[in-house]
T-cell receptor
Framework: EADIYQTPRYLVIGTGKKITLECSQTMGHDKMYWYQQDPGMELHLIHY???????EKGDLSSESTVSRIRTEHFPLTLESARPSHTSQYLC???????????????FGAGSRLTVL | QKEVEQNSGPLSVPEGAIASLNCTYS??????FFWYRQYSGKSPELIMF????GDKEDGRFTAQLNKASQYVSLLIRDSQPSDSATYLC?????????????FGSGTRLQVQP
């Protein structure tokens, strides 16, 4: 079944550690996104990619970095985690026929990060 | 001014009633509009999208778009307790090279049994 997967779902880590949040999709979508959402707050775009080797920063400044070496894979990395990075990170993808809504985002289940 | 504005709620309606959720957006060139539902602790899931002025119906849901007023709404008929969630309005701006969506902060809906 075509889907979008995020791991880990939950991560508690100490300050200064390097972390990578994984995101993979099997829908053949060319566009992928990372959003950050604090509890009860809106989603903020932090990174997006329109294809392999194409990445851009989003609206919200983030110390994280991303890479897109393969179409289906879009990992997010924090080199040195801090308590201010505590949040929910949501990966999404879009693509397909324009006539049926190429802008429709499909979200993964999310990765909830807590930095102590 | 936020790009996408929603009343945070909570909006409380009795079971079986019509719930009306509203959203305004600031960029007059915005091209497409989406409603997502997000249950607590879960990720957003698409309800429906609309591109053209007027109404679009899908089951118990109707999206209404008025580009002149920069206003989009979602009506939920015969509201059920399972509809209790946060409803996110999202907008795609005029930059044709960008497919990312800008989200509002959401309206929390409570359907009372």
């Amino acid at each position: 079944e075509a889907d979008i997967y995020q791991t880990p779902r939950y991560l508690v880590i100490g300050t200064g550690k390097k972390i990578t949040l994984e995101c993979s999709q099997t829908m053949g979508h060319d566009k992928m996104y990372w959003y950050q959402q604090d509890p009860g707050m809106e989603l903020h775009l932090i990174h997006y990619s329109y294809g392999v080797n194409s990445t851009e920063k989003g609206d919200l400044s983030s110390e994280s970095t991303v890479s897109r070496i393969r179409t289906e894979h879009f990992p997010l990395t924090l080199e040195s985690a801090r308590p201010s990075h505590t949040s929910q990170y949501l990966c999404a993808s879009s693509g397909g026929d324009r006539a049926v809504g190429a802008n429709v985002l499909t979200f993964g289940a999310g990765s909830r990060l807590t930095v102590l | 001014q936020k790009e996408v504005e929603q009343n945070s709620g909570p909006l409380s309606v009795p079971e079986g009633a019509i719930a009306s959720l509203n959203c305004t957006y600031s960029d007059r060139g915005s091209q497409s509009f989406f409603w997502y539902r997000q249950y607590s602790g879960k990720s957003p899931e698409l309800i429906m999208f609309i591109y053209s002025n007027g109404d679009k119906e899908d089951g118990r849901f109707t999206a209404q778009l008025n580009k002149a007023s920069q206003y989009v709404s979602l009506l939920i008929r015969d509201s059920q307790p399972s509809d209790s969630a946060t409803y996110l309005c999202a907008v795609r701006g005029p930059n044709t090279g960008r497919r990312a969506l800008t989200f509002g902060s959401g309206t929390r809906l409570q359907v009372q049994p």
